[in-house]
């Protein structure tokens, strides 16, 4: 089975409010990439993935007037993909959901909210984040899709679709107001992180596989103020010590001597000259139990998967669809 997750930059732009496919001669949320340039090339990419389940992070919108799950199965259908299931969790208000599109033959996935050792995603959260003794209340603006999954083979596990908080300091104008924001906003992804490690090692102290994955906005040595802090927030939800660990292998390159080959999962332009910044923030990290399925992780990157680059259409499509690129795992389940 291939489970993969993909954060699919403005998705929700390609589709009206009856999850209809808009004009495709129309801009999509893409910087210079029609509406329709976009679609045809996530139909490319969802193809050539050929998964059974994709946690799709940055998924159209979902709110009274907006269908997500319509506008997912329209894309299902237009280009012909087996995924035409939809599993949503708590939606947000961002425009930005999580939702994971599957292939119903292959897998049963249900929405199954926990408090298994911290509260829901969908509430709150306190933490003492600048060692006053005064707890901050944390919340998740785009709050974790926790699901049941039921393979066909029947396999029971646990999955969580994340998008955690982004750390760039939108909004700031000057030197000190970027590090104010960026201070700020590393102390509520940590926060973030650490809520949902407690209930990460609630799931495994239960003895329940278990699969984390999604947007992280954050990793190893991915920014200076990581040092005021000790950790990253992947690395605390992967957890340390004698606690029960989590795997993913790019996490681990990531963790390794500066002078070692690094993955990377998105290519972002900067400005004032647009040149290319890369970064690893996507992630699919397994419990212990699911290391004995043959796991083998791919990143479906452009310019660093030889099957990617060789393929001239795919990595088009992959540049065109997304900021990100896709990161799967093929595991015996």
Request: aromatic share 8%.
């Given at each position: 089975m291939r489970i993969a997750t993909y954060n699919?930059?403005?998705?929700?732009?390609?589709?009206?409010?009856a999850g209809r496919f808009l004009p495709y001669d129309g801009w999509s949320g893409r910087r210079e990439v029609r509406r329709g340039s976009q679609a045809r090339a996530l139909g490319r990419v969802f193809r050539a993935m050929d998964a059974d389940a994709i946690m799709v992070i940055e998924a159209p919108d979902d709110h009274r007037?907006?269908?997500?799950?319509?506008?997912l199965r329209t894309f299902a259908?237009?280009?012909?993909?087996?995924?035409?299931?939809?599993?949503?969790?708590f939606v947000n208000d961002t425009q930005q959901e999580i939702a994971l599109l599957y292939d119903r033959a292959r897998l049963e996935a249900w929405h199954a909210p926990s408090e298994l050792g911290a509260p829901r995603f969908d509430g709150q959260f306190r933490i003492d984040l600048d060692i006053d003794r005064a707890p901050?209340?944390?919340i998740w603006s785009k709050p974790p899709l926790e699901a049941e999954i039921l393979t066909a083979t029947g396999t029971a596990l646990r999955m969580i679709g994340v998008h955690a908080k982004s750390k760039a300091p939108h909004g700031a104008r000057t030197e000190a107001q970027m590090m104010?924001?960026?201070?700020?906003?590393?102390?509520?992804?940590?926060?973030?992180?650490?809520?949902?490690?407690?209930?990460?090692?609630?799931?495994?102290?239960?003895?329940?596989d278990l699969i984390v994955l999604g947007d992280f906005n954050d990793g190893p040595g991915?920014?200076?103020?990581?040092?005021?802090?000790?950790?990253?927030?992947?690395?605390?939800?992967?957890?340390?010590?004698?606690?029960?660990?989590?795997?993913?292998?790019?996490?681990?390159?990531?963790?390794?001597?500066?002078?070692?080959?690094?993955?990377t999962t998105a290519r972002f332009r900067l400005p004032p000259d647009g040149r290319y910044l890369t970064a690893l923030l996507d992630y699919v990290?397994?419990?212990?139990?699911?290391?004995?399925?043959?796991?083998?992780?791919?990143?479906?990157?452009?310019?660093?998967?030889?099957?990617?680059y060789a393929d001239p259409v795919l990595r088009r499509a992959l540049l065109a669809a997304s900021d990100h690129f896709p990161v799967s795992v093929d595991l015996d389940i």
């Open positions: 699919v930059e403005w998705f929700t732009h390609l589709f009206d409010d007037n907006r269908d997500a799950a319509a506008a259908a237009r280009f012909r993909l087996r995924t035409r299931e939809v599993l949503l969790g901050e209340r944390v104010a924001v960026s201070i700020a906003n590393r102390r509520k992804q940590l926060a973030q992180c650490i809520w949902l490690r407690k209930r990460v090692e609630a799931h495994l102290a239960a003895g329940e991915l920014d200076a103020y990581e040092t005021l802090f000790g950790r990253s927030g992947v690395e605390i939800v992967l957890g340390d010590g004698e606690g029960r660990r989590l795997f993913d292998p790019h996490a681990k390159a990531a963790l390794g001597p500066p002078s070692a080959a690094r993955p990290m397994l419990s212990e139990g699911l290391m004995s399925k043959r796991p083998a992780w791919r990143i479906w990157h452009p310019f660093e998967d030889p099957e990617c």
